[in-house]
């Protein structure tokens, strides 16, 4: 069980996303970071979708009501529990009647905190993910809030113990986590409709830098500094949209579309970020940068198969390293 003794800027209940629904109107949601979620959970024997708490930017204090186990993963938000600072990115040990707290984002701005055994919430069209505006999902559909108990699942014997031995002994997986920057570059493939834009954003869009504008959400990152047009006028058809595609509205200031996105968009794409770069954009906050780089499809497979393969022998390894333990 975990106590909020002060609620943060928005600390919500996030898992991998509610997928099979978006045909009915209904968005995927999920974690921001899909990287530093599914690490988070396997450093604490939890499945890569369970749910996890998705931090951002000013944290909450947590009071842990019984002995457990943690993952911190993501953002550096300075986090300390009972005033001593933790690691990020490794498993930690937590005493019953601990209090963890954050301070100021060194790096980042989103971190996720994977309890062992999960966050124990109901399941709202297959997911525990939060959805904001509707109120669905995660605790009451809501972000969390001071007083909330929210309850985790039990860890067995065996788990707590390959855990425990693993935190004895200081075990540091080698993790290669992401670098989180507050001008990254960020691969882009052309979009479906960026033919359409004039000579001079089609250079721009590789050649600038962009800022995150403080108009800026879950939904969606509103670029700011330099416009882009439509060689001329065109009515579009509203197609599907995905996490990274990046819109082009009639006020000429790009949207990166991210995981409360809409289901469908009929404003023009000049560009899709690739998957593996996702987790660089997410952890912007307003008044950060950007730059694109261009990458064929190809090679976004490629990196994203990279990334998986990456994820596997972490889960793999941590696996092994606990049966050997029992």
């Not at 019984?66 to 690691?87: N, Q, R, V, W």
């Amino acid at each position: 069980m975990l106590k909020i003794i002060k609620s943060g800027l928005q600390t919500t209940v996030q898992d991998l996303g509610r997928f099979g629904f978006q045909k009915y109107g209904v968005i995927a949601s999920g974690a921001m970071d899909p990287f530093a979620h599914r690490t988070a959970n396997l450093l604490v024997g939890n499945e890569e979708n369970a749910a996890t708490l998705e931090i951002a930017m000013v944290g909450p204090s947590i009071q842990f009501e019984e002995d457990t186990f943690i993952a911190l993963c993501g953002g550096d938000l300075s986090p300390e529990i009972d005033g001593a600072g933790i690691k990020m990115w490794r498993t930690v040990a937590v005493k019953g009647g601990s209090v963890l707290k954050f301070g100021a984002p060194r790096t980042g701005c989103r971190v996720y905190l994977a309890a062992a055994g999960g966050i124990d919430v109901p399941d709202v069209m297959n997911s525990k993910s939060t959805y904001l505006r509707a109120g669905i999902g995660g605790f009451h559909g809501r972000a969390l809030k001071a007083g909330d108990l929210i309850p985790t699942h039990p860890v067995s014997p065996g788990h707590a113990a390959s855990l425990l031995h693993a935190t004895d002994n200081e075990l540091e997986w080698k993790i290669a986590a992401p670098r989180y920057f507050n001008e990254p570059i960020v691969r882009m493939m052309k979009g479906r409709q960026y033919e359409l834009f004039s000579s001079d954003s089609k250079e721009k869009i590789f050649s600038e830098a962009f800022s995150i504008s403080s108009h800026s959400d879950r939904m969606g990152y509103r670029l700011e500094g330099i416009k882009l047009s439509l060689e001329k006028p065109k009515e579009l058809i509203s197609e599907a949209v995905s996490f990274g595609s990046i819109q082009v509205p009639a006020d000429g200031n790009p949207i990166v579309l991210l995981a409360d996105r809409q289901t469908t968009g009929g404003y023009p794409k000049i560009g899709q970020v690739a998957s593996v770069d996702l987790p660089l954009i997410s952890q912007l906050k307003p008044g950060d940068r950007i730059r694109f780089k261009e990458i064929s499809v190809e090679e976004a497979q490629k990196r994203y198969i990279e990334q998986e393969q990456q994820i596997r022998q972490l889960k793999i390894g941590i696996y092994l390293k606990r049966e050997e333990w029992k």
